[in-house]
């Protein structure tokens, strides 16, 4: 069974960091790539930031310059390091293995003072 388990999120101020982790069991992580997406409260969901299996990246555009995706094989983990956070960004964060369409549950990032 593929599960995804996203960790990492929670209370932050305005300007802050957070790292989001996603752990990958059941499916070999170096084969495929990654997505992280978004769900805003009351919005739709939002692809973030993806990193394809020969390590390139890409980025939402109106986050460039604050997120960092990356892996690590070895551990069957991807990271979302996100910096300068403010509260539009709250929102329950996924990550996504996009070409077998398995999501994990989630973790909510909460942007506030």
């Known amino acids: 069974e593929v599960q995804l388990a996203e960790s990492g999120g929670g209370l932050v101020q305005p300007g802050g960091s957070l790292r989001l982790s996603c752990e990958v069991s059941?499916?070999?992580?170096?084969?495929?790539?990654m997505t992280w997406a978004r769900q805003a409260p009351g919005k739709g969901l939002e692809w973030m930031s993806s990193?394809?299996?020969?390590?390139?990246?890409y980025y939402v555009d109106s986050m460039k310059g604050r997120l960092t995706i990356s892996r690590d094989n070895a551990k069957s983990t991807v990271y979302l390091q996100m910096n300068s956070l403010k509260p539009e960004d709250t929102a329950v964060y996924y990550c996504?293995?996009?070409?077998?369409?398995?999501w994990g549950k989630g973790t909510l990032v909460t942007v506030s003072s």
């Open positions: 990193i394809h299996r020969d390590g390139s990246t």
């Open positions: 059941g499916f070999t992580l170096g084969g495929s790539g």
């Open positions: 996504v293995i996009v070409s077998r369409g398995y």
